[in-house]
């Protein structure tokens, strides 16, 4: 058993994919988390996005009869609106009524785990799945060698994610909303005196947040694994939120955090796959370990936003 | 009496909160064809209609405070501990090993089932070994954000899955009750000698005594007692004095000549070692042997998670975390049997736990509100301020010291 | 006076226990599952065995009641101890061998109610607790021969849950039973270390068709996700525990389901005449309680329809063994019971 065997094209190939959901819930949270708004309902908004989501392609498939790129729009639209009112929900909850974060969250989060169980139980009854986002085949470039497989031949909002990289960064470092954001988060009291609506910020990050996570979820159940299961995301909400942590609140090092998650985790099956002799417990937990040591070694730090968690009083 | 009266009043928009989560289940039972009176009542009577159904309540509630204790201090010292799970594991895994240890080396073979055994030296060591390895499992969470700028939100939700797999690893390892050791294994530990296991609890009430029958075990006086003792340690020691001004400012702790990077990791050493009392306490108290089904909250029950909310709701005082962990084992408890009762999936269950503890942490506004406007208003009373709502605000020591005094 | 109180209360519930267990003829069970009754998986099978006992016996004469997701250990507790105590269940089924312990503790106080629980060899050697369990070791043997004729690459691919338990046990039968036809396929073996990680199970069975498998299998309610990956990718599927044709499309091949209905209406029968428990039960080919069911959309040639046959046969008379190492362990297992017992 050789690095040839272990380092395989389709290994990477398997870390952009597992890395997609945790790219748009975990950049979701940075803008969030970038405006002082710590959500720890990510979970749960996911649940909410898969679930919907998946309900909305299976519905136009089956009785609507809707052509199957419509379906697909639609089942997005639908996950991006409901996940996009769990986070204005989140936002009422954080910012006009000044809840604790980490533990609204945690009801948020609670919420949206049971209330898909719920509807999934009652609407569907068991797994069934859907025709999701097909494999993209790009000419010449999926037929290239090794890069073929890598980068050209996934599904639409896998290639969305990732675009939502630079967008995210471009936004947060060099738009008037990204400086507004930036403000609000580190320090809400000048950004006020300035004449920014501290709240009118938040509640904007924080719908932003939710519906990247309901986005994040219908990657799941429409475009990588096309159906729904109770608890689909098995807690990769907590995960995108730990991520934002790794990244520093900066897209560019959330995806990469994102990255080497996956990488780790795609390495891991396949080191068991080819058949090494390691107890799978240790495999298993390799991406959660190796994450906390790169993070030990990283050497650039950046500073929290100063305002996270804590809700705004004007005035005081 | 006016202040006793404001404090009802006070309470008044958490009643409001869980009315209102109560309509909304109420909704969504009706929509499953389920009658919610029915079912509330079925509800209350799982919780604490009955003998035993109490000592349910209590059981389910021991670890919730445990975990809610350590959450208190790591909060109190400004660290968010989502880790409580994993260091729950982790003091389980020390803890039954301990007990399993000794419980062979004290304890002669034919006298494992001897009932009403019980050997302090075993069950001591055992809960002191659960405290440590949960606390260093949380330190190591706090040496991290200490020396290394790891976020203590980042490690502890990593250290949590790293915890279950190593759980899984061991209990189907060296940990593996020899019995078991077959082709088809559950993995779980031998079970504890009688000696090694906490005895049940009852109260001198009536004939049989009261909970005499039931799987109350005393868990929860160590609980209710270190719950009382970590509010003196917070309120009445230098040593919680500093955890708490790190809590509140970290920079201004730091000219005060206080040591934060030890501060940090002390209160998630202390946070982590309640987690894993919680866990060792499960173990000795109720399960008798570790064993696991893969996940974390088959033998967690989740109380990592619970022990946050229980704490917040607490008002960040470690007594006050005793209701609430006691309101959401009931809840918890009596939901199942809603469950049992009239067959109610039970993710309605899970949703209506999120949307109580999002209606609840949301009703806090109203308590803050009123409480500052007394404030204004130059009522005649000293104002006791909310304590929970003060963690946001950066309260001065002396402040919180009155409110500690009001919740105690 | 508290105790005339006390005996009064007793000798009105003996009568209500009496007079309500007399008043009707109907059968009742409870029965708690550590998933949801729909997960295609382990929970779904004793739930289809409930419901298929209630077509066979009528509502008049049988009746369940169920608490499903209970994952969490202790909350098991409450519930068994609930139903136990109510006196109103003849049966109390824990399905989830990490309820062990539990029933151990409960069937010694509840003495007159019986108790089953799976899937475990271990009656606790009490008279009012049925153990059962499932030979799955001979589905995952029968499927791994189907598997090997099957697979063109060589390679064939399982996604298990944690190494432990049946998924082991039906993991070791199926590569013995590709073994047995050819030693030079590959069996490829990842347990994901979670039972409910539909992503990661999705992404191992992703890894498992790049690295050349053809043909998948898998336990665990998470296999949903290899099933979608097996019906995207085109390859073959195998699987356990209840039918999954409905999701598998045209790629599934054979299915191992659990008929507990089997087992279950004999424990009925025995309690209705008074035996409360002692015995324990195996789910097998032979008693047919596991029955192999070929994929509805799936075209079984007569070659291979023969062959299933003959491996069903060869299994049932003993002939193969699908875990040679598991034989002795059975015995062993049997000689502590039975000391035990004394």
């Not at chain 2, 009596?334 to 503890?357: C, D, F, W, Y």
Request: aromatic residues 10%; contains cysteine.
């Amino acid at each position: 058993m050789g690095l040839d065997d272990i380092l395989t094209a389709s290994v990477f190939a398997s870390a952009i994919r597992l890395a997609t959901p945790y790219i748009f819930a975990a950049l979701g949270e940075t803008f969030a988390q970038r405006s002082g708004v710590l959500n720890l309902g990510v979970d749960g908004m996911m649940l909410m996005g898969a679930f919907t989501g998946f309900y909305a392609v299976y519905v136009a498939q089956t009785n609507a009869a809707m052509s199957e790129p419509m379906s697909l729009l639609f089942g997005v639209a639908v996950a991006l609106i409901v996940g996009g009112l769990m986070g204005l929900a989140m936002a009422f909850v954080s910012v006009t009524l000044k809840a604790k974060q980490g533990i609204s969250g945690i009801g948020v989060y609670l919420f949206g785990l049971g209330l898909s169980e719920l509807l999934f139980q009652q609407w569907v009854g068991t797994p069934k799945s859907v025709s999701g986002f097909p494999r993209i085949n790009f000419p010449v470039l999926t037929d290239l060698p090794i890069v073929g497989e890598i980068f050209f031949h996934h599904n639409l909002l896998v290639y969305v994610a990732f675009a939502l990289v630079p967008i995210s960064a471009y936004v947060l470092n060099n738009t008037t909303f990204g400086l507004m954001i930036r403000a609000v988060g580190q320090n809400p009291e000048a950004a006020d005196a300035m004449g920014v609506s501290v709240t009118r910020v938040r509640y904007a990050t924080t719908t932003i947040g939710g519906v990247l996570a309901g986005l994040a979820g219908a990657s799941l159940s429409i475009a990588l694994i096309n159906l729904f299961q109770q608890n689909l995301t098995a807690g990769q909400g907590f995960i995108a939120v730990a991520l934002v942590y790794f990244g520093g609140w900066r897209p560019w090092t959330v995806a990469a955090g994102a990255m080497l998650f996956s990488f780790v985790n795609a390495l891991q099956l396949q080191i068991k796959v080819i058949g090494a002799d390691i107890p799978s417990e240790f495999a298993v937990m390799a991406p959660y370990v190796i994450t906390i040591i790169a993070l030990v070694f990283a050497t650039k730090r950046h500073e929290q936003p100063t305002a996270l968690t804590k809700p705004y009083e004007r005035g005081e | 009496m006016a202040g006793r009266l404001n404090r009802l009043v006070d309470f008044a928009p958490v009643l409001i909160a869980l009315l209102l989560a109560l309509v909304v289940s109420s909704v969504l039972l009706i929509a499953l064809n389920a009658n919610p009176f029915e079912a509330f009542d079925f509800m209350l009577k799982g919780a604490v209609g009955s003998e035993n159904a109490t000592a349910e309540t209590l059981v389910k509630a021991t670890p919730i405070l445990f975990v809610g204790i350590g959450i208190t201090i790591a909060f109190r010292g400004g660290m968010i501990n989502i880790g409580g799970e994993g260091q729950m594991i982790a003091g389980a895994l020390a803890g039954v090993t301990v007990a399993l240890v000794l419980g062979e080396a004290r304890v002669p073979a034919e006298m494992a089932k001897t009932p009403g055994a019980f050997d302090l030296i075993i069950v001591t060591c055992s809960l002191l070994g659960g405290f440590l390895m949960g606390a260093l499992y949380g330190g190591l969470a706090g040496f991290l954000k200490a020396y290394f700028d790891v976020n203590e939100i980042l490690s502890t939700i990593m250290l949590n899955q790293i915890a279950v797999q190593m759980m899984n690893f061991l209990l189907n390892g060296i940990l593996l009750d020899p019995a078991e050791a077959g082709f088809n294994n559950i993995p779980k530990t031998a079970r504890l000698v009688t000696a090694a296991q906490l005895p049940r609890l009852s109260l001198p009430i009536g004939d049989p005594w009261l909970f005499a029958r039931t799987r109350l075990h005393w868990g929860l006086i160590i609980a209710m007692v270190l719950a009382v003792i970590i509010y003196i340690f917070l309120w009445r020691t230098s040593w919680g004095y500093r955890i708490r001004a790190v809590g509140e400012n970290q920079r201004a702790s730091s000219y005060a000549g206080i040591n934060v990077k030890r501060q940090m990791m002390f209160s998630m050493f202390l946070a982590g070692g309640f987690a894993g009392l919680a866990g060792v306490v499960q173990v000795l108290g109720l399960q008798y042997r570790l064993q696991t089904d893969g996940s974390p909250a088959g033998f967690t029950g989740a109380a990592g998670f619970n022990g946050i909310v229980a704490a917040l709701f607490g008002g960040l005082n470690p007594i006050g975390a005793i209701p609430a962990a006691a309101f959401f084992g009931g809840l918890l408890v009596g939901a199942q049997k809603m469950q049992r009762e009239l067959g109610v999936p039970a993710s309605l269950i899970t949703a209506v736990n999120g949307l109580i503890v999002v209606f609840v942490v949301s009703s806090e506004i109203f308590i803050l509100q009123r409480s500052k406007r007394r404030v204004s208003e130059g009522e005649d009373e000293t104002p006791t301020p909310n304590p929970s709502s003060k963690m946001r605000e950066g309260p001065s020591p002396t402040e919180d010291e009155n409110s500690g005094e009001g919740d105690g | 006076m508290r105790k005339i109180l006390t005996i009064g209360l007793l000798v009105l519930f003996a009568l209500v226990g009496v007079t309500s267990l007399a008043q009707d003829d109907v059968f009742r069970i409870a029965a708690l599952m550590p998933s949801a009754t729909n997960d295609l998986a382990f929970s779904q099978s004793m739930y289809d065995a409930l419901v298929a006992i209630q077509e066979e016996l009528g509502e008049d004469a049988f009746e369940f009641t169920i608490q499903d997701s209970t994952y969490i250990v202790d909350d098991a507790a409450v519930a068994l101890r609930d139903w136990a105590a109510s006196g109103e269940f003849q049966l109390v089924i824990a399905h989830g061998s990490q309820y062990g312990p539990i029933v151990e503790e409960l069937a010694a106080e509840f003495t007159d109610v019986s108790f089953a629980w799976g899937t475990r060899q271990d009656t606790f050697g009490m008279d009012n607790v049925y153990s059962y369990a499932a030979a799955s070791d001979e589905g995952g043997y029968f499927n791994g021969v189907l598997a090997a004729h099957l697979t063109e690459t060589g390679v064939v691919g399982l996604v298990g849950p944690i190494e432990v338990g049946d998924g082991k046990l039906y993991a070791d039968g199926f590569a013995n039973g590709v073994a047995s036809v050819d030693e030079e396929i590959d069996v490829n073996i990842v347990f994901i270390g979670s039972f409910s990680d539909v992503p990661l199970a999705t992404e191992a069975a992703e890894t498992h068709i790049a690295n050349g498998a053809d043909v998948l299998t898998g336990t665990a309610q998470m296999v949903v996700g290899p099933i979608a990956v097996a019906v995207a990718n085109d390859v073959l599927w195998f699987g356990s525990d209840a039918s999954q044709d409905e999701l598998s499309e045209d790629i599934g091949v054979a299915f191992q389901i659990y008929k507990w209905d089997v087992l279950l209406l004999d424990m009925i029968a025995n309690i209705k005449d008074g035996v409360l428990g002692g015995e324990y039960y195996k789910l097998t080919l032979e008693n047919e309680g596991l029955v192999m069911e070929f994929d509805k959309d799936f075209e079984v040639s007569d070659e291979l329809m023969a062959l299933a046959d003959d491996v069903i046969a060869s299994i049932v008379s003993g002939e193969i063994v699908p875990i040679p190492e598991m034989m002795a362990d059975d015995k062993a297992e049997e000689k502590t019971e039975e000391e035990g017992e004394d």
